[in-house]
């Protein structure tokens, strides 16, 4: 089957790093992706990671391990505007279908 | 300009009726895409069409029918709506398959509440 992981909910303090972690099983693997969606809004991309390592795109980061089927999205100097929730998505097929997991809904706090 | 446009935003419905939402792509993407998100935010796929033609559809009641008129316009049409219906679909497109790093862009969604 196809399944993919993350923490429901976490709390971090502005100005901090927060760590949101993934893990997946699928039957194929094209990439994984990192989406932030505030609430009432859509998806936006965040990363993109097809390789083994870390991606660094300015505050945010984004590492995989395709052996583990594990991936974390790394957010740096917290700002309150980064409240929101963060999807993992896997791309598991030759029809380029994203598979989402239910998110990791962030909460930043003063 | 908006890249991916969906409308309605919100549309608040009677159980049985029929209704569509409509969706536009103006980034020249060949794929495009319905997604569900329910109350629980799970966004789980439904279709996708490239060029026009259909290459994922997965397992979602007869009752709903998209339609692609040309690759820019991917529309959905439900029929005898249920309360189980009730979510946030959200349109969205990629370029073909080896710009997939890239990423899809999404709509704004949709909002649809069964009475």
């Known amino acids: 089957g196809q399944n993919i992981d993350q923490p429901t909910e976490m709390t971090a303090t502005e100005g901090a790093i927060v760590q949101i972690n993934c893990t997946y099983q699928?039957?194929?693997?094209?990439?994984l992706f990192w989406y932030q969606q505030h609430a009432g809004e859509a998806p936006t991309f965040l990363s993109y990671?097809?390789?083994?390592g870390l991606e660094e795109k300015g505050r945010f980061s984004s590492f995989l391990s395709r052996s583990k089927g594990y991936s974390y999205l790394l957010l740096k100097e917290l700002q309150m505007k980064d409240s929101a929730s963060y999807l993992c998505?896997?791309?598991?097929?030759?029809?380029?279908?994203?598979?989402f997991g239910t998110g990791t809904l962030l909460a930043v706090q003063p | 300009d908006t890249a991916v446009s969906q409308t309605p935003k919100y549309l608040v419905t009677q159980m049985g009726n029929d209704k569509s939402i409509k969706c536009e792509q103006n980034?020249?993407?060949?794929?495009m895409y319905w997604y569900k998100q329910d109350s629980k935010k799970f966004l789980k796929i439904m279709f996708s069409?490239?060029?026009?033609?259909?290459?994922i559809n997965e397992t979602v009641p007869n009752r709903f029918s998209p339609k692609s008129p040309d690759k820019a316009h991917l529309n959905l049409h439900i029929n005898s709506l249920e309360l189980g219906d009730s979510a946030v679909y959200f349109c969205?497109?990629?370029?073909?398959?080896?710009?997939?790093?890239?990423?899809?862009?999404f709509g704004s969604g949709t909002r649809l509440t069964v009475v």
């Open positions: 998505a896997v791309d598991g097929g030759a029809t380029n279908k994203l598979i």
């Open positions: 980034l020249g993407h060949d794929t």
């Open positions: 990671n097809v390789l083994d």
């Open positions: 069409y490239n060029n026009k033609e259909l290459i």
């Open positions: 969205a497109s990629s370029q073909d398959p080896g710009a997939i790093a890239h990423g899809y862009t």
């Open positions: 699928t039957s194929g693997f094209n990439g």
